[in-house]
């Protein structure tokens, strides 16, 4: 099936994966939809086609030894006396 890959930074820190670009990776598989060598018309309801792709593949491009924004963020919301909304984990 076809696939999205992404590439990003990964943060070794706290184990985050922030996606920069992403592209799509064709399986050239008559039977999926998202193929360009798709057997069917536009607007197929054949059962027997993939109607999903699978898991995007991460592909980090940058390593960071940081921890990402989200975290420091949540990291000074927690520390601070000003907290305007509740952490969301």
Not at 27 to 40: E, Y
Not at 77 to 83: F, P
């Amino acid at each position: 099936m076809c696939h999205n890959i992404q590439d990003g930074r990964y943060h070794t820190v706290c184990g985050h994966f922030i996606a920069m670009s992403t592209r799509m990776q064709d399986c050239m598989r008559p039977d999926c939809l998202f193929s360009q060598r798709h057997a069917h018309p536009t607007g197929c309801k054949s059962a027997s086609c993939q109607r999903l792709m699978t898991v995007p593949q991460r592909n980090p491009i940058r390593i960071s030894e940081t921890k990402c924004a989200d975290c420091l963020m949540r990291e000074r919301e927690s520390g601070g006396l000003h907290m305007s909304r509740p952490l969301i984990t």
